[in-house]
């Protein structure tokens, strides 16, 4: 990813208590990039082992190195909350969330249509499995716990 982030930020304090929260959003160029490769071997006893060129899911017709860029949106969201027991310790909760459009993850990309003609032989039918770039939004959220000892 490279791009850029914009957002606020802010906090709020009374008593004992204080509240911290964050709000940006990060826009810039995604690289997406997915290889595919594999190797397998044959044995009909009682001859040799014969190599394939691929594997069970890694054929002729999707094996490769796969590119390309997209323009993405990444939002994301913090808020804290923190209980100052003294001036020096202190107790903290907080939740974020990260959202990150078109997002390219290897799971996605697997075609599990299979057309086993193209490891003998000529292609017969559909060259199957095929790659297509298959995207999801991804969401990532986390939630933190702390102590906090200022001296």
Not at 10 to 21: K, L, N
Not at 47 to 67: C, H, K, M, Q, R
Not at 74 to 84: R, W
Not at 96 to 106: H, K, L, P, Y
Request: hydrophobic share 35%; aromatic share 12%; glycine share 12%.
């Amino acid at each position: 990813f490279h791009g850029g982030e914009i957002g606020f930020q802010g906090s709020m304090a009374r008593g004992c208590w204080s509240f911290d929260g964050l709000i940006k959003t990060s826009l810039g160029n995604q690289r997406q990039q997915v290889a595919i490769d594999g190797t397998g071997v044959v044995n009909i006893p009682p001859g040799p082992d014969t190599p394939l060129n691929g594997g069970f899911l890694a054929l002729p017709s999707n094996i490769g190195v796969y590119e390309r860029n997209r323009f993405i949106l990444i939002p994301e969201a913090m808020l804290n909350l923190t209980y100052h027991h003294t001036p020096c310790l202190s107790f903290h909760m907080g939740y974020n969330i990260i959202w990150m459009t078109e997002s390219v993850t290897s799971g996605d990309q697997i075609d599990t249509t299979l057309n086993l003609t193209q490891q003998a032989g000529p292609l017969v039918g559909p060259a199957r499995p095929a790659f297509p770039f298959r995207e999801r939004d991804y969401w990532l959220q986390g939630i933190n716990f702390g102590v906090n000892l200022d001296f």
